[in-house]
């Protein structure tokens, strides 16, 4: 699908440097391009960056960037996908309104009731 293409696409085209991962995190903070990557790879899979530095140390951008890239379309695509069929459904999206607006107005009167018996109002 395109939004995957995209993404491998802008993936393989971050800057990075020539050199392999770093090993460690000291030498990982005077590299911010891979910092970013590494960042963006422990977020997406819910890990610690230490623990990508850990399975990645000493490998090429390449193959990094191709797992990165996989990743994101494993995790990020479907959320864009669902996205998009709950915006196409305008009854859900109303009927979500409605309760919400609901809702609101109901914790507003309660509030405002609160406010006028303190102040010695009559209450609404």
């Given at each position: 699908?395109?939004?995957?293409?995209?993404?491998?696409?802008?993936?393989?085209k971050a800057?990075?440097?020539?050199?392999?991962?770093?090993?460690?995190?000291?030498?990982?903070q005077?590299?911010p391009?891979a910092?970013?990557?590494?960042?963006?790879?422990?977020?997406?899979?819910?890990?610690?960056?230490?623990?990508?530095?850990h399975?990645?140390?000493?490998?090429?951008?390449?193959?990094?960037?191709?797992?990165?890239?996989d990743?994101?379309?494993?995790?990020?695509?479907?959320?864009?996908?669902?996205?998009?069929?709950?915006?196409?459904?305008?009854?859900?999206?109303?009927?979500?309104?409605?309760?919400?607006?609901?809702?609101?107005?109901?914790?507003?009167?309660s509030?405002?009731?609160?406010?006028?018996?303190?102040?010695?109002?009559?209450?609404?």
């Amino acid at each position: 699908n395109d939004t995957a293409d995209d993404i491998i696409q802008k993936n393989k085209k971050a800057k990075t440097d020539p050199h392999p991962l770093p090993y460690n995190i000291k030498e990982i903070q005077s590299r911010p391009e891979a910092l970013n990557l590494l960042s963006i790879f422990a977020a997406v899979n819910d890990i610690p960056t230490e623990e990508v530095l850990h399975q990645y140390s000493g490998k090429e951008f390449s193959l990094f960037k191709k797992d990165l890239a996989d990743a994101i379309v494993e995790n990020i695509c479907p959320i864009g996908k669902e996205m998009g069929k709950l915006m196409k459904d305008q009854k859900y999206l109303n009927d979500i309104m409605k309760n919400g607006r609901e809702k609101a107005i109901n914790l507003a009167d309660s509030v405002l009731k609160k406010v006028y018996d303190v102040m010695g109002f009559s209450s609404i």
